[in-house]
């Protein structure tokens, strides 16, 4: 309203003063007069549309205003899906500065620690409450349900119809849930333990080429091989696709070794047998081709979060099941009060459950990281043994804010 009051001043304003000015800088005081009853007037009829268009426009706002929220919210939880904020595949402590001379130790294999918030669901507590809640409501809905449906046979003909097909949809939507889930979890597992356990061999290749003749590879190589577990470690997925585009490590990699291939240095066997340096950096680029698809295959998973209108049916399927239960019965017993709790505390329990699959990264069912953190810490050691690299590399992400 103070936007149209606003414009109200604002019009009768502008029209008063368009009266005054209309027959030039002469006008009598009698011809001011009545042309300022004229422009009130004018204004008034003109202010009246004006003030009701500029009503119905705000109207319209608020409604567009009200849809453009509920739609950011998905765009919101979109994005954050998308872009795995949270991601990292092994724990950052060993990967900080002050810790990368230290020896990794079994603590360096669990899982990050996780608020409380993300866990309450699976407390005796928080179950007890949904429970006691729920059944201790269950009679007052039957009694006020009862005074609509008493003595009504068709709509409890209809209730008995209509909930067995909705728990035929809810466990249809049960199955596809978890069966998406669990295999976006075991495929994320698979590929990041041999991602990283191809890009551990890439750096023992590296680091065995003899630093004559091959220190710029070495050290090049080095950090590009660092800067990739920086991305697993500590970057989001928004990060990591940004990089991609800016500076691949895995393209730089490729570029390093075609660089060897153009300045035209001279593989020579190795005195104790080993593979020759030539056969290592074959070996090197067959493994940066296998590992360009593994990559893929990791960020389009990654990424293959279920939706928010997913979790939306799954409510909405629910809380239909549990009015077409109150609907069953004519009062509430007992027995019927607690098997409503138990139904409404189960159903809630699945929707946590699977919102936490949802989350890869995050809450308590979150992927299995000990065999992507062994090759990670490996690649660690490796690098900061070695006597050109152990001054230059650095694992800790400058841009660890980034809100992508």
């Given at each position: 309203?103070?936007?149209?009051?606003?414009?109200?001043?604002?019009?009768?304003?502008?029209?008063?003063?368009?009266?005054?000015?209309?027959?030039?800088?002469?006008?009598?005081?009698?011809?001011?007069?009545?042309?300022?009853?004229?422009?009130?007037?004018?204004?008034?009829?003109?202010?009246?549309?004006?003030?009701?268009?500029?009503?119905?426009?705000?109207?319209?706002?608020?409604?567009?205003?009200?849809?453009?929220?509920?739609?950011?919210?998905?765009?919101?939880?979109?994005?954050?899906?998308?872009?795995?904020?949270?991601?990292?595949?092994?724990?950052?402590?060993?990967?900080?500065?002050?810790?990368?001379?230290?020896?990794?130790?079994?603590?360096?294999?669990?899982?990050?620690?996780?608020?409380?918030?993300?866990?309450?669901?699976?407390?005796f507590p928080a179950r007890f409450l949904v429970?006691?809640?729920?059944?201790?409501?269950?009679?007052?809905?039957?009694?006020?349900?009862?005074?609509?449906?008493?003595?009504?046979?068709?709509?409890?003909?209809?209730?008995?119809?209509?909930?067995?097909?909705?728990?035929?949809?809810?466990?249809?939507?049960?199955?596809?849930?978890?069966?998406?889930?669990?295999?976006?979890?075991?495929?994320?597992?698979?590929?990041?333990?041999?991602?990283?356990?191809?890009?551990?061999?890439?750096?023992?290749?590296?680091?065995?080429?003899?630093?004559?003749?091959?220190?710029?590879?070495?050290?090049?190589?080095?950090?590009?091989?660092?800067?990739?577990?920086?991305?697993?470690?500590?970057?989001?997925?928004g990060q990591e696709l940004m990089t991609m585009?800016?500076?691949?490590?895995?393209?730089?990699?490729?570029?390093?070794?075609?660089?060897?291939?153009?300045?035209?240095?001279?593989?020579?066997?190795?005195?104790?047998?080993?593979?020759?340096?030539?056969?290592?950096?074959?070996?090197?680029?067959?493994?940066?081709?296998?590992?360009?698809?593994?990559?893929?295959?990791?960020?389009?998973?990654?990424?293959?979060?279920?939706?928010?209108?997913?979790?939306?049916?799954?409510?909405?399927?629910?809380?239909?099941?549990?009015?077409?239960?109150?609907?069953?019965?004519?009062?509430?017993?007992?027995?019927?009060?607690?098997?409503?709790?138990?139904?409404?505390?189960?159903?809630?329990?699945?929707?946590?459950?699977?919102?936490?699959?949802?989350?890869?990264?995050?809450?308590?069912?979150?992927?299995?990281?000990?065999?992507?953190?062994?090759?990670?810490?490996?690649?660690?050691n490796k690098l900061m043994s070695h006597p050109?690299?152990?001054?230059?590399?650095?694992?800790?992400?400058?841009?660890?804010?980034?809100?992508?």
């Open positions: 309203m103070y936007v149209v009051e606003t414009d109200k001043e604002r019009i009768k304003t502008r029209l008063f003063d368009k009266e005054l000015n209309g027959d030039g800088e002469n006008a009598s005081p009698m011809l001011i007069s009545e042309q300022s009853k004229k422009g009130e007037r004018s204004s008034e009829s003109s202010e009246s549309s004006e003030t009701k268009k500029m009503m119905d426009k705000n109207d319209n706002n608020d409604l567009s205003y009200s849809f453009q929220n509920d739609m950011s919210r998905v765009d919101i939880e979109r994005m954050k899906s998308r872009f795995s904020h949270d991601r990292s595949y092994a724990r950052r402590e060993p990967f900080k500065k002050e810790n990368l001379k230290k020896q990794p130790t079994m603590e360096d294999f669990l899982p990050p620690s996780i608020p409380w918030q993300e866990s309450l669901y699976l407390t429970f006691g809640i729920s059944a201790g409501v269950f009679p007052m809905l039957v009694d006020n349900i009862s005074m609509i449906t008493s003595n009504n046979d068709a709509f409890s003909d209809l209730v008995s119809k209509f909930v067995p097909g909705i728990s035929i949809l809810y466990g249809t939507m049960i199955t596809l849930t978890l069966d998406k889930l669990y295999s976006r979890q075991e495929v994320l597992q698979d590929s990041i333990a041999r991602e990283s356990s191809i890009l551990s061999m890439i750096t023992k290749n590296f680091l065995t080429l003899p630093s004559e003749g091959y220190g710029d590879l070495i050290l090049h190589g080095g950090r590009c091989i660092a800067d990739q577990v920086k991305i697993l470690v500590g970057q989001s997925r585009i800016a500076s691949d490590p895995y393209e730089s990699m490729v570029d390093l070794l075609d660089d060897a291939e153009v300045r035209g240095i001279e593989y020579s066997d190795s005195q104790n047998g080993d593979l020759t340096q030539g056969q290592l950096l074959s070996n090197c680029r067959n493994l940066l081709n296998q590992l360009v698809e593994i990559r893929a295959t990791r960020l389009s998973h990654e990424a293959n979060s279920l939706t928010v209108t997913h979790f939306q049916l799954i409510n909405i399927l629910t809380v239909l099941l549990l009015v077409g239960y109150t609907f069953s019965f004519s009062e509430g017993g007992v027995a019927s009060s607690v098997l409503f709790g138990i139904l409404t505390t189960t159903y809630l329990q699945f929707y946590n459950f699977a919102n936490d699959l949802n989350e890869p990264f995050g809450g308590v069912y979150q992927i299995r990281r000990a065999a992507s953190a062994v090759h990670l810490l490996k690649i660690k050109s690299l152990c001054d230059l590399i650095d694992f800790e992400n400058d841009d660890a804010e980034s809100v992508i």
